[in-house]
């Protein structure tokens, strides 16, 4: 079993998988003609691919510089065919992911290390003139011992430099600001007209290393050639400063002095990411019921990722060997499964509250809410209807039938009666038990590979 989470590459924008390749080139667009020290926040709510959309433009960037470590002239070919823009300066694109650094002491030197790490420097290198390598040393011993807070040991070890002295001597009496001006300003004239910084995940981290993070890079990351990116969920930020500065702390203002200018991505359509990540769609009684759900919970990218995975486990086994006889069979258990399964699993990630009420007999809505739409009327109501009801399909009648399953699973005790008929179902007090052995992913129907 493998993650189903769509990682950026070529062939993604060649396919414009969820339709923001527009986005994308404004975005650049926008990247493109700042020309001093500038920062964007990028505002959206989690999960809804903010990640995803600043790698792909780190891939742009990277494709359209030829400077660039992960510069190739044949993707470069493969990504004009798609996003062709013209006369851009030469960017270096570095993704720096604020949360899987929350353990660090200095923020600042974390970020550096990645801005260094992507820049690919290598003091054994004949092409780095002695002066340029030189200055980067010093900058860096000065920083170092500004922060003392790092293991230089481990430090050196990242840089994966043989030269055992590079933060030995530390010379000049350069302001820790000055000394970072320094070491930019030497990698550009390498790799590129301007450095543009994509910060992720700051909304997730620690208060202090958060807030520290935001501080150090307006202190010390005033360079006019830099952009900074923050792809964050600001409301959730604020909670974050608010933890660090106390809850009376207006945090929005706070924010307001970082983020020059504040920017969404639009919606994305999550039915065609959605068949895009199930890639054996059948376009049966089950997919319909699942999109149903992804547009009814108004599910994000990361929830559709996650809906599929465990959707995958629990049923596709009894999808694929049983595919051809699954509608004919007249087993309640396979119907229920088919029908009902996906509602709990959707309720599960998006609604944990109406998830308890749903399973303990305390609210059926969200099963007439799914299954009372005219698609899952056309595709299997059928079965819970008897002759008269079947030619008329009453709207007011299949919800009645719809509430009485409801009842017959997940309130029905079965004490003085051994099962109860719904159309051409039985049910029984298994019923139930099947449908939860099933949601807890280790059953007989479960599939992992």
């Known amino acids: 079993m493998k993650s189903l989470e769509l990682k950026p590459n070529k062939e993604i924008l060649e396919k414009n998988i969820i339709g923001r390749n527009t986005e994308i080139i404004n975005f650049i667009r926008l990247l493109d003609s700042i020309k001093s020290n500038f920062s964007i926040a ?3 709510d989690w999960g809804t691919g903010k990640t995803f959309f600043v790698k792909q433009v780190k891939i742009i960037l990277d494709a ?78 000065a920083i170092v011992k500004h922060f003392s807070g790092i293991d230089i040991k481990e430090l050196l070890k990242c840089v994966e430099t043989e030269a055992k002295d590079i933060f030995k001597e530390i010379k000049g009496q350069k302001s820790t600001k000055e000394q970072v001006d320094n070491i930019l300003n030497n990698l550009l004239l390498e790799h590129g007209e301007r450095l543009v910084i994509f910060i992720d995940e700051l909304d997730r981290c620690r208060p202090t290393f958060a807030v520290e993070l935001l501080e150090q890079i307006k202190h010390y990351f005033d360079n006019d050639k830099i952009t900074f990116v923050f792809s964050t969920n600001i409301k959730q930020l604020q909670y974050t400063i608010k933890k660090y500065y ?25 039915i065609e990411y959605f068949n895009f990540v199930n890639e054996d769609l059948r376009d049966d009684m089950y997919d319909y019921v699942c999109k149903e759900i992804v547009k009814e919970y108004n599910f994000t990218l990361r929830d559709i990722i996650k809906f599929t995975q465990i959707n995958k486990i629990c049923i596709e086994n009894l999808r694929k060997n049983q595919n051809k006889y699954l509608y004919l069979n007249k087993s309640c258990n396979i119907y229920i499964l088919i029908s009902i399964l996906s509602i709990m ?10 998830y308890e009420d749903f399973i303990t007999g305390k609210d059926s809505t969200p099963l007439i809410i799914i299954l009372s739409k005219s698609g899952w009327i056309a595709y299997g109501i059928d079965k819970l209807l008897d002759e008269k009801e079947k030619s008329s399909k009453d709207i007011n009648t299949i919800k009645e039938k719809l509430e009485s399953m409801y009842k017959a699973i997940f309130i029905e005790k079965y004490r003085d009666k051994h099962s109860i008929k719904i159309g051409e179902l039985e049910f029984t007090k298994e019923t139930r038990k099947i449908l939860f052995e099933a949601e807890g992913l280790l059953s007989r129907f479960a599939r992992y590979n």
């Open 42 to 44: 990028i505002d959206n």
């Open 246 to 270: 106390g809850e009376a702390f207006e945090a929005k203002r706070y924010l307001d002095k970082f983020f020059d200018l504040t920017v969404s991505l639009n919606e994305v359509n999550v």
């Open 64 to 141: 359209y510089n030829e400077h660039s470590y992960d510069y190739e002239l044949s993707n470069l070919e493969r990504i004009k065919n798609v996003i062709d823009i013209k006369n851009i300066d030469l960017h270096l694109a570095v993704y720096y992911n604020a949360w899987e650094n929350d353990n660090q002491k200095s923020p600042l030197l974390s970020l550096i290390y990645e801005i260094i790490k992507v820049a690919k420097i290598d003091t054994n290198k004949t092409d780095i003139s002695i002066n340029k390598e030189k200055i980067i040393k010093d900058g860096l011993s």
């Open 345 to 354: 699993i959707g309720l599960k990630i998006k609604r944990y509250d109406q």
